[in-house]
């Protein structure tokens, strides 16, 4: 028998780049070549964000908690992280209320819901203890790269550019504002004997705003730390794969894809053990109760410069990460949208 899939691709529209987006086009593009699943795809638009799509296919799934209008189509829902619910984003009043109330109308009306983690499990039913007697489903999602990833033949011009901070360099990848806790990262590299010993800080995401640059500067590590604005994937590969450590201090994490990278990469992890991090890292890197104190941070990086303590970390990481594949992630996805049509 085979199964018709209608994907809602709106994720596209609303997020440049992310996890979640990265997400949608692993899923999407593995069940697609899967012979069982007929795929029909709906791209949407911005200004119909809010709205339910009309289908006719056995399973909807939307990449942004879109419902959908149907007497026979069952609705999947994925839930990534409650970070409007926590307080934890940055968005006006009406941005935050539309936006947990989307999330909360998909979770309601939806017939299977799949969490990124058990964590992420754990905070939906904090918000929504209904939810509870509905179909749940814990898929980790997977790594795109790895070791032995390609890269391009000529290096970006970005990064030949900067050749001489990628001699040694301790890495920091997406964004830095509120619970991602960016100033302990800067503080505790500022601390640590690797800024004394010549290493630098490369960070991806935005360029610096004014309040990280006078930090920045009051630290006397202007030309010491620098930004790789919106990196592309071959460069992040080359960057977890040259790094000396990924410095994530984020304390609150739906999954957490940096941490997976980096270690799939061979790159050693210094992570925060709070939310999903402790089920994506495990004992594979360092993790930390308190990445608000930023010595334990410093702490940390100094004790890599073992050549021992950090090589037992590339091999606990390459290994760990060997279990998150998106080949995984997809599979079990389809046997969720199988699931709900059995029980029709």
Known sequence: ????????????????????????????????????????????????????????????????????????????????????????????????????????????????????????????????????????????????????????INVSERLQNISLCLSKFALYVGVREGYKNFNSALLGFAKSQIAKEGYYLVCTGSKFNSEEEQLINKLNLKD????????TQSELVYLYQNAFALIYTSTYEGFGLPPLEAMSCGCPVIASNTSSIPEVVGDAGILLDNTQDYASVAKSLDSLLNDFIRNEYVCKGLRKAKHFTWEEAARKHMKVYESILDKR
Not at 72 to 88: A, F, P
Not at 224 to 231: P, Q, S
């Open 1 to 152: 028998m085979t199964i018709s899939v209608h994907f809602d691709n709106i994720i596209y529209t609303l997020q440049k780049k992310g996890g979640a987006s990265l997400y949608w086009q692993e899923l999407t593009s593995r069940v697609a070549k899967n012979t069982s699943f007929k795929v029909k795809v709906t791209k949407g638009q911005k200004i119909n964000r809010f709205l339910p799509v009309f289908s006719t296919s056995d399973i909807f799934h939307s990449s942004h908690f879109r419902t959908v209008i149907s007497k026979k189509t069952k609705l999947v829902s994925t839930i990534h992280d409650l970070n409007y619910e926590m307080g934890l984003t940055k968005s006006s009043k009406l941005g935050t209320i539309s936006n947990i109330w989307q999330r909360q109308n998909a979770i309601e009306k939806a017939d299977a819901i799949i969490c990124v983690s058990h964590s992420t499990k754990k905070d939906m039913l904090k918000f929504y203890p209904k939810a509870i007697h509905q179909p749940i489903s814990v898929i980790y999602l997977g790594v795109s790269f790895g070791s032995e990833s390609k890269l391009n």
């Open 224 to 231: 010491k730390i620098l930004v790789l604005d919106y990196a």
